[in-house]
């Protein structure tokens, strides 16, 4: 059974970094693009940031471009996100996602896998 754990959200102060992590276990994570997207109460959920399989190419929304960075570890099932210089607005859950299908990686409804979320909030 598939399954994705998100850890590292809380809370933190605006200009402050987090780094979420994503342990994934039941699939074969290699083969899987990854990505984070993050949801506020009552907005549509909103990518984040995506890895390509072996880790090469990664891709970000305009947002948070130069200052947050996606990292993958094949070897231990592991997908980070590491956020520098937060703000506010960026207060959401956070979302780990799977992905082995051929959609563009910042489309959301082509996941196969998402984990159950984790918490940031930035304090101004």
């Known amino acids: 059974q598939a399954q994705l754990v998100e850890s590292g959200g809380g809370l933190v102060q605006a200009g402050g970094s987090l780094r979420l992590s994503c342990t994934v276990s039941?699939?074969?994570?290699?083969?899987?693009?990854m990505s984070w997207f993050r949801q506020a109460a009552g907005k549509e959920r909103e990518f984040v940031a995506g890895v390509e399989w072996s880790g090469t190419y990664t891709y970000y929304g305009d947002s948070v471009k130069g200052r947050f960075t996606i990292s993958r570890d094949n070897a231990k099932n592991l997908v980070t996100l590491q956020m520098n210089n937060l703000k506010p607005v960026e207060s959401h859950v956070y979302y780990c996602?799977?992905?082995?299908?051929?959609?563009?990686?910042?489309?959301?409804?082509?996941?196969?896998?998402w984990g159950p979320g984790t918490q940031v909030t930035v304090s101004s």
């Open positions: 996602a799977a992905t082995r299908g051929c959609d563009h990686i910042k489309t959301m409804n082509g996941y196969n896998y």
């Open positions: 039941g699939f074969t994570f290699k083969n899987y693009r």
